[in-house]
């Protein structure tokens, strides 16, 4: 497993940066490799890349999104690879970008990329190259504003067991952050013990 990370420091504000990143069908304007991006859903996309001379398509799925927070995503079959861009507030009109993606290389070709540092390169070119497009633009091109809870967040499940979180918890379907609590259940008189065996002595 491989893990890269890089940060550039774009100007422009968060909001303007975090809505580029949305846009995916743009990246192939400043990703090497990188020759077209499909937005199947909300959640789906379709890469078709080259990497170390290796073309390859595959899906990727958004597991999870926030507006102004973090894009997560995963491929959904071989090669592995997943990965995390998350935006920070530096103030007003600067933005901290920092992707941070992990994966398997395949093959000899993509080992000796990896073993190359090609791989690890071309993430940083091309972070420097969203930095200068963004940069050039002044503004985005467009945005997607939705949310995509991640799986600990709605929904979730128990460690590695299937079973669903219950509702009325965190992750539950009925969970409303804020809300009131149930009403408690018969409290004694004050003059009169709770019920309840009585202590031994």
Do not use: C
Not at 74 to 95: L, N, Q, W, Y
Not at 174 to 201: H, K, S, W, Y
């Amino acid at each position: 497993m491989s893990t890269i990370e890089h940060s550039v420091d774009v100007s422009v504000p968060i909001r303007v940066a975090y809505n580029q990143w949305t846009q995916f069908e743009s990246f192939p304007e400043f990703m090497e490799g990188v020759e077209s991006v499909k937005q199947v859903s909300d959640t789906l996309t379709e890469w078709v890349v080259e990497i170390a001379g290796v073309r390859r398509e595959f899906q990727a799925e958004i597991t999870e999104q926030h507006p102004d927070e973090r894009v997560a995503w995963r491929g959904t079959d071989s090669p592995h690879h997943a990965g995390v861009v998350t935006f920070h507030r530096i103030d007003e009109a600067t933005t901290k970008v920092t992707l941070q993606m992990e994966y398997d290389p395949e093959g000899v070709v993509e080992t000796v990329g990896d073993a190359l540092q090609i791989v690890r390169l071309r993430i940083r070119n091309d972070m420097e190259r969203f930095k200068s497009f963004i940069e050039s633009r002044g503004g985005e091109t467009g945005g997607w504003r939705g949310d995509v809870p991640a799986p600990h967040q709605h929904g979730s499940t128990y460690g590695d067991s299937d079973a669903p979180v219950p509702p009325g918890t965190v992750g539950g379907e009925d969970f409303r952050p804020g809300g009131t609590l149930p009403p408690p259940g018969p409290v004694p008189p004050r003059n009169q013990p709770p019920e309840g065996p009585a202590p031994v002595l």
